[in-house]
């Protein structure tokens, strides 16, 4: 299959959209990282979503909405859905809502795996909106990266991975927040944080009260007792180091320590807004360079779980878990 590789002008995001209202899938930037879309209502397309990435069926999508009336004729409006809705959309935000039944148009089953709730957002960038509008569908969009791989926040990182997998990649630049939507669960009594992510915590926790936190999100989707690796390079990844082995490339964050191989900073300043926007390309330049230097293994130095903090630890944290294969 081809590829097309399309700019980010109203004229191509148009025949993007064609693409999608046909049942192709096609890779599109968000604010968060670059998603996989397909029309959420067409089963097939759907299917072609978790074909090109490998994903296993039963890992739900989330919805991609471009505004609040269309979201909540799918799902189930409660007063804090809105509240929060209000506030954070467009933008990292997922919510999981209860499906609303008898709508006109159905969202696929295999979009949702099947679960009576579906996981709800509206990003903010302009190509994502343009795209959902043109298409006139809302569009299922999972990481646009194969499954259990590090997510891509550019458009080269698509490629790499999924040219001749995917209809087309719409080149947006690099992604504005550098990890993915947090997934706040609204379908049960407590707010359920499901996935640390783009809107922090501390901005969510004033509206919602206390939040329960679920991690990791695959133990509670996947059969328990199997593991939580994730966005996993293929060399192994050591957290908190303040020692790096000469055979080991560095992650570092604030003030670096001594090192003299390869190495990147996510935030010399220790900005965590800086180090989210650098982490996943990051990592993927440490694990392709360290292995063609023949390095061991990434030792990535403390990260403050405090704002967007907390998502950088949780991507590291699954990078660095035992692997399932
Ligand atoms: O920032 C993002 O959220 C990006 C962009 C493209 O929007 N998307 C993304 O999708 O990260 P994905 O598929 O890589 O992660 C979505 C997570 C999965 O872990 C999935 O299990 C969970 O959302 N999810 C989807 N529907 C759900 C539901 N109804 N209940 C619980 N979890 C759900
Ligand atoms: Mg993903």
New binding site residues.
């Given amino acids: 299959m081809m590829t097309s590789l399309f700019s980010d002008s109203i004229s191509e995001i148009k025949q993007a959209a064609t693409i999608i209202k046909q049942g192709g899938v096609v890779a599109f930037g ?1 604010e ?2 670059y ?1 996989l879309g397909a029309d959420a209502t067409n089963s097939q397309a759907v299917q072609r979503i978790y074909q090109a990435k490998g994903r296993p069926s039963f ?4 919805i ?1 909405f471009s505004d609040l009336d269309h979201v909540f004729q799918f799902v189930i409006k409660t007063e804090l859905a809105h509240e929060l809705a209000l506030k954070f959309w467009p933008g ?1 935000l ?1 919510l ?1 809502l209860q499906q609303k039944k008898n709508t006109n148009t159905q969202i696929s089953p295999i979009a ?1 795996a099947n ?1 009576s ?3 709800v ?1 509206i ?1 903010s960038t302009k190509v994502a909106r343009q795209l959902i509008k043109f298409s006139q569908k809302p569009i299922a ?3 646009a990266n194969s499954s259990g791989k590090i997510s891509p926040s550019t458009a080269q990182h698509v490629f790499q991975e999924l040219n001749h997998k995917i209809d087309a990649i719409i080149d947006s630049g690099p992604c504005q927040v550098g990890v ?2 947090t ?1 706040l ?1 609204l379908s049960n009594n407590v707010p359920t944080l ?2 640390p ?1 783009g809107v922090t915590l501390e901005d969510l926790i004033p509206i919602c009260g206390p939040i329960i936190s679920n991690q990791p ?1 695959e133990t509670k ?1 996947i059969a328990p007792g199997q593991l939580s690796s994730h966005y996993a390079p293929h060399l192994p990844v050591r957290l908190n180091c303040h020692e790096i082995f000469p055979d080991e490339a560095l992650l570092a964050f604030g003030p670096p320590i001594e090192h003299t191989g390869l190495s990147k900073n996510l935030s010399n300043t220790a900005n965590l807004e800086e180090a989210a926007q650098n982490l996943f390309a990051y990592l993927r330049f440490l694990d392709v360079q360290g292995r063609e230097l023949g390095l061991k293994g990434i030792a990535v130095m403390p990260i403050p779980k405090t704002g967007l903090g907390l998502a950088i630890c949780d991507r590291l944290t699954r990078a660095a878990a035992p692997r399932l294969a």
């Fill in positions: 968000t968060t990282v998603g890992n739900p999508l989330i991609h990292a997922t999981v949702t679960l709730t579906m996981a957002r990003p969009a999972p990481s993915e939507s997934i669960d499901l996935r992510g999100i989707i």
